[in-house]
């Protein structure tokens, strides 16, 4: 009866199964720092300009005791001597005017706006992810932008300009339609109303074109144990039919090929006769 089994296993052909389907804001949120010398008399510079999120320190360099105090209410140093510092961040744009409450004299801080550009990130498929070719799939990504709206996110495959989807969700995705086997880095690139750009970290896949499925290497084990040897592309999955009686077979097993050649073992072999087959898994 084994025997009549290995024939049967290797008469049935293969099926592929596969399926075609005064520094400005900076990229990385660094804010700059102004210095800002409280002299005897005077502030220097007296008028400072900066961009929102950036830092003034004013330093005390005279002999005298000083303070900077805002005229609105913002901050206060409260009058201390040299050598002391003190520093602010300014979030918001506009102008902030400031005093010495020990002396009388006055500066200002103006704090221009500045546009933030969006953040984005692949988050499907994978750094790593193998598909076959032809690959038909999605491309997802999430946007966001703390000062204004995204408009566009434009997918590429290394230079080559894939697709734009305008006015995108926090979740954007884009659909792939035949792409060839090759290696590829997929980025993002997320354009804000204010025009503002920012690109992606890139996540590598490859397509790659399938084999032949051949199956070999028959041995029986035990009475409820199978054991045979496909050939794979590494990184491919492959789903693993079974049936005692034909035309029908029923899937056993989907398994993600981790080498050219897959060891299959089927602990459910418990009939007389069983028939397998193996085929290509379509892409995710």
Same mark, same amino acid.
């Given at each position: 009866m084994l025997s009549n089994n290995l024939l049967k296993l290797f008469w049935l052909p293969a099926i592929s199964g596969l399926a075609v389907s005064t520094?400005?804001?900076?990229?990385?949120?660094?804010?700059?720092?102004?210095?800002?010398?409280?002299?005897?008399?005077?502030?220097?510079?007296?008028n400072t300009t900066i961009n929102a999120h950036d830092q003034v320190t004013w330093t005390w360099t005279g002999t005298l005791p000083h303070s900077t105090?805002?005229?609105?209410?913002?901050?206060?140093?409260?009058?201390?001597?040299?050598p002391h510092s003190f520093s602010w961040t300014f979030t918001n744009a506009g102008n902030y005017? @400031?005093?010495? &409450?020990?002396? +009388?004299?006055?500066g200002s801080?103006?704090?221009? !706006?500045? $546009?933030v550009p969006?953040?984005?990130?692949?988050?499907?498929?994978?750094?790593?992810?193998?598909?076959?070719?032809?690959?038909?799939?999605?491309?997802?990504?999430?946007?966001?932008?703390?000062?204004?709206?995204?408009?566009?996110?434009?997918?590429?495959?290394?230079?080559?300009?894939?697709?734009t989807v305008a006015n995108p969700p926090a979740s954007a995705s884009f659909t792939v339609t035949n792409l060839p086997a090759g290696n590829y880095?997929?980025?993002a690139v997320a354009t804000d109303s204010g025009g503002a750009a920012n690109t992606s970290a890139g996540v590598g896949i490859t397509v790659v074109t399938p084999v032949p499925i051949i199956l070999s290497s028959p041995n029986r084990?035990?009475?409820?144990?199978?054991?045979?040897?496909?050939?794979?592309?590494?990184?491919?999955? @492959?789903?693993? &039919?079974?049936? +005692?009686?034909?035309?029908?077979?029923?899937?056993? !097993?989907? $398994?993600?090929?981790?080498s050219s050649a897959v060891s299959f073992l089927d602990n459910g072999a418990t009939a007389a006769?069983?028939?397998?087959?193996?085929?290509?898994a379509p892409n995710l």
């Open positions: 520094c400005a804001w900076s990229l990385s949120g660094q804010a700059a720092v102004t210095n800002v010398n409280i002299l005897d008399a005077a502030f220097s510079p007296a105090t805002s005229q609105t209410g913002v901050w206060n140093s409260t009058v201390v001597p040299p005017p @400031y005093i010495c &409450l020990n002396h +009388g004299f006055t801080v103006t704090v221009q !706006s500045v $546009n969006p953040s984005v990130a692949i988050t499907s498929p994978t750094n790593g992810a193998v598909f076959a070719a032809p690959w038909t799939g999605t491309i997802q990504a999430t946007v966001s932008d703390p000062d204004d709206a995204v408009s566009k996110v434009d997918f590429f495959a290394g230079a080559t300009l894939l697709g880095t997929l980025t084990l035990s009475a409820s144990a199978f054991q045979f040897t496909y050939s794979a592309n590494p990184g491919l999955r @492959y789903v693993v &039919l079974r049936s +005692g009686t034909l035309p029908t077979l029923s899937p056993i !097993s989907t $398994n993600t090929a981790a006769v069983n028939f397998y087959r193996v085929r290509l």
